[in-house]
């Protein structure tokens, strides 16, 4: 079975702090995705990689990183969080166009 | 931009009946895809359906089908025989060549026992 892993379910921060999200897939795609879901907003793109150590913006990139040192393993960095990214993230990789997603991590920032 | 709309932002359905989520998007391409993504309750989002743009014919699983009308940019999910498992945030997705997703802002479909 496919398997799309998020490594926090629930993280509560402080402003300022940097956070790390992490997510691994064990299925070999090239591409994966930070998604940012908001209530009546939908799904946005954060970024995407399409290789190891390779990256795109989406369409909301600003105060995000990423990181792929690895195929498997695609990391969002929040250098300094805000309370305007408390938020639900989304995680995907992609196979022939078809999303994978984790659970989740829900993130507080207060 | 491409551009994807889901006009109801809820909907309800009772047990056993009928329900259509409706989707429009906008786009000047002529091949793409497009996705229904179904989100349970605090559970993963999950793939439902897809339909490639260049078949005429619409895409069917068991108890979900389409309806793609290629002129109007439209792509509505037909569920059938609602069960009560089918409670979920419903997603309507367009991609084209690039690898990016372009997500509607969801429905919420409650179904009623």
């Known amino acids: 079975d496919v398997k799309v892993t998020q490594s926090s379910r629930y993280l509560v921060k402080r402003t300022g702090e940097k956070v790390f999200l992490e997510c691994v897939q064990d299925m070999d795609h090239e591409n994966m995705f930070w998604y940012r879901q908001d209530p009546g907003l939908g799904l946005r793109l954060i970024y995407f990689s399409y290789d190891v150590k390779m990256k795109e913006k989406g369409d909301i990139p600003e105060g995000y990183s990423v990181s792929r040192e690895k195929k498997e393993r695609f990391s969002l960095i929040l250098e300094s969080a805000s309370t305007n990214q408390t938020s639900m993230y989304l995680c995907?990789?992609?196979?022939?166009?078809?999303?994978?997603f984790g659970e989740g991590s829900r993130l507080t920032v207060l | 931009a491409q551009t994807v709309t889901q006009s109801q932002p809820e909907m309800s359905v009772q047990e056993a009946e009928t329900v259509t989520l409706s989707c429009t998007y906008d786009?000047?391409?002529?091949?793409?895809?497009l996705f229904w993504y179904k989100q349970p309750p605090s559970r993963q989002m999950i793939l439902v359906i897809r339909?490639?743009?260049?078949?005429?014919q619409n895409a069917t699983e068991n108890r979900f089908s389409v309806n793609f009308q290629k002129a109007a940019k439209s792509f509505s999910l037909k569920i059938s025989d609602s069960q009560l498992g089918d409670a979920a945030m419903y997603f309507c997705?367009?991609?084209?060549?690039?690898?990016?997703?372009?997500f509607g802002k969801g429905t919420k479909l409650t179904v009623n026992p």
């Open positions: 997705a367009y991609k084209d060549g690039s690898e990016k997703l372009v």
């Open positions: 786009t000047s391409e002529s091949d793409y895809y």
């Open positions: 339909q490639e743009a260049y078949k005429q």
């Open positions: 995907a990789s992609s196979f022939f166009g078809e999303l994978f």
